[in-house]
């Protein structure tokens, strides 16, 4: 079956090539211009992804990223922001909404389908069993991750990156290493996109959050916990 991805790009010319471009790639696309359109579109059938614009005509991408991450059923659809906002605390603000990618206009289109890919890939990766000792669980099959027994809802990014920590357990891991196995990117382009996304594991994962170490310099390492 095509994975969909719904297009929520008011500017017609782009919506239109996006859609083009991405449905020659393979997927079965829909495309709105407006947010409420998508929130209805993303009612009324689910999507494997959403590409979407951050200044649309009715209210802000960011607040339909926000509703969507919000809603216990839609909270793990994978979020690629497209916009001409490309200062850094724009897409720090959008990473910490819980987008998985944010990519700034004018964006060649072979660029922007090698993303989509990346970010449906890491969605299907199997995630390592949990390391022994840790006070954190990761279910494989189900795509779900345990905190003392309590399931925590993750996006795809998050529970990659999660995975990979708990597989190494108590082995420091390089900036440069998880960027490159979980985002993709290099350390020049990727760094504040691997910081967001690991102060917002942390918050999630609550009190066993600090089992996540800082090491100055180098990266990050899970310490065992109970």
């Known amino acids: 079956m095509k994975q969909r991805i719904l297009i929520v790009e008011d500017e017609p010319d782009l919506r ?50 926000r509703e969507l991450k919000e809603r216990r059923e839609t909270r793990d659809i994978p979020i690629l922001m497209l916009t001409a906002k490309g200062e850094e605390q724009d897409k720090v603000k959008g990473l910490e909404l819980g987008a998985d990618d944010y990519v700034v206009k ?30 954190i669980r990761v279910d494989r099959e189900a795509h779900q991750a345990f905190v003392l027994g309590r399931p925590v809802e993750l996006t795809p990014l998050e529970f990659l ?45 609550g009190e066993t959050g600090s089992l996540i170490e800082t090491v100055r310099g180098v990266g990050y390492r899970l310490r065992r916990g109970v």
């Open 16 to 65: 239109t090539l996006v859609e083009y471009n991405l449905r020659r790639e393979g997927y079965d696309t829909e495309a709105v211009p407006t947010a409420r359109m998508a929130l209805q579109a993303v009612a009324a059938r689910r999507p494997d992804l959403v590409v979407l614009d951050l200044m649309l005509p009715d209210f802000p991408g960011t607040q339909v990223c």
């Open 106 to 135: 004018p964006v060649g289109m072979r660029e922007l389908a090698l993303r989509v890919a990346a970010i449906l890939r890491r969605g299907t990766v199997a995630a390592p069993p949990a390391a022994p000792g840790t006070a």
């Open 161 to 205: 990156l999660l995975a990979l920590l708990l597989e190494r357990a108590g082995r420091v891991q390089t900036r440069e290493r998880l960027l490159e196995e979980v985002f993709e990117q290099d350390a020049e382009s990727g760094s504040r996109t691997l910081d967001t996304h690991v102060k917002r594991l942390r918050s999630k994962l």
